[in-house]
């Protein structure tokens, strides 16, 4: 694999990875994948799909993810499992350095995805899986009958309490203002559900505990006010599940790409500044990140890689 020169080389094995491998596959492309850890990218954390065209009814990020991965397989994209760890793209045959190996192409897409913004208080990564999660798909069930606590007010935020609220004795939505960002219909679902309370104004200025959450301080964005919220003594903890948004993941490309605030900048063809270099999915600069638009500039970008590949 190391001594060839692959037509494309795809970074990131989600939506927008997979949709890439599919169609440059099936154009005959000779293309790998590479992807650090697992396929799928956020979509894996996502407990139910069900604003993909077409997605069968209650199925999950995971079950779709493989049906995606599956296929580029089928049209014959190779995939690899290792972390890239530098990358030079100055010449004609682009240059991908992993941990375990480097390798070649002519063409690359770049489709690496966002991961969730943290906090960024004192106390939160120590306490990351000791009772602060960004994935209630994952660790909602560690929460059973306890109280849990859900940071932002976007529709990820809204969408994973009204989900939470099927472990927690209650679910409390803290914002930082006193109106929710997340869309009308979305909304409706948790003002709905008697177990949802809210806390408007109002952010996470620091989480405390020894080995596990015990407490946290909240500050009134309005008063400066500080109030501490102390887990129920029987409890013992409680749950705080972050979803303010994402960060582009970036930094491999910075220096290398045109970017602005992170996001890699493309043209409507997924082109960045850099010939033969393209961007797909959460990490470019797009109106909406959603699975169908990350698919959907994956297969934009396989084509024009492929009619880039034709004129070489
Ligand atoms: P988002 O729309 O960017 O919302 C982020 C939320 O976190 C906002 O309420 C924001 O507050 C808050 N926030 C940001 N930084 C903060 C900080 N430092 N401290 C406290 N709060 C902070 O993110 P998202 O909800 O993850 O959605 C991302 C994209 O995916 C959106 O385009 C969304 O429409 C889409 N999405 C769609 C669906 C669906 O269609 N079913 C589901 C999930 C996500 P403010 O409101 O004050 O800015």
């Known amino acids: 694999m190391q001594d060839k020169v692959f037509d494309l080389i795809i970074i990131g094995a989600g939506p927008a990875g997979l949709a890439a491998g599919s169609y440059a596959g099936r154009a005959r492309l000779d293309t790998l994948i590479i992807e650090k850890e697992k396929d799928g990218g956020q979509i894996v954390i996502t407990a139910e799909i069900?604003?993909?065209?077409?997605?069968?009814?209650?199925?999950?990020?995971?079950?779709?993810?493989?049906r995606m991965a599956k296929q580029a397989e089928g049209f014959g994209a190779q995939k690899l499992y290792d972390t890239v760890t530098d990358v030079d793209l100055s010449g004609d045959i682009k240059i991908i350095t992993c941990k375990k190996g480097?390798?070649?192409?002519?063409?690359?897409?770049?489709?690496?995805?966002?991961?969730?913004?943290?906090?960024?208080?004192?106390?939160?990564?120590?306490?990351?899986?000791?009772?602060?999660?960004y994935c209630a798909t994952c660790d909602g069930a560690f929460f059973e009958d306890m109280e849990i606590f859900v940071v932002g007010g976007g529709d990820t935020a809204v969408e994973e309490a009204?989900?939470?609220?099927?472990?927690?004795?209650?679910?409390?939505?803290?914002?930082?203002?006193?109106?929710?960002?997340?869309?009308?219909?979305?909304?409706d679902r948790a003002f709905k559900n008697d177990k949802i309370k809210y806390m408007w104004d109002s952010v996470v200025d620091e989480l405390k505990g020894?080995?596990?959450?015990?407490?946290?301080?909240?500050k009134n964005t309005k008063t400066g006010?500080?109030?501490?919220?102390?887990?129920?003594?029987?409890?013992?903890?409680?749950?705080?599940?972050?979803?303010?948004?994402?960060?582009?993941?970036s930094a491999l490309f910075e220096g290398k790409v045109a970017m602005q605030n992170g996001y890699i900048v493309t043209n409507e063809k997924m082109e960045t500044n850099v010939k033969g270099v393209?961007?797909?999915?959460d990490v470019r600069i797009t109106p909406l990140r959603q699975v169908v638009t990350a698919a959907s500039d994956g297969a934009i970008a396989a084509m024009q890689v492929y009619h880039y590949l034709e004129n070489l």
Do not use: W
């Open 50 to 66: 069900d604003n993909y065209p077409g997605s069968v009814e209650n199925e999950s990020g995971p079950s779709l993810i493989a």
């Open 102 to 133: 480097v390798y070649k192409c002519r063409a690359l897409i770049i489709a690496t995805g966002a991961h969730p913004r943290p906090i960024g208080c004192p106390g939160e990564k120590e306490l990351i899986g000791k009772g602060v999660s």
């Open 162 to 187: 009204v989900y939470l609220t099927r472990f927690g004795r209650s679910v409390t939505i803290i914002h930082r203002r006193d109106k929710l960002r997340a869309v009308q219909g979305i909304q």
């Open 210 to 218: 020894d080995g596990i959450l015990e407490s946290m301080v909240i």
């Open 225 to 249: 006010e500080k109030t501490e919220i102390f887990a129920d003594p029987e409890d013992g903890t409680f749950g705080i599940f972050v979803f303010i948004g994402f960060l582009p993941e």
């Open 278 to 281: 393209y961007a797909a999915g």
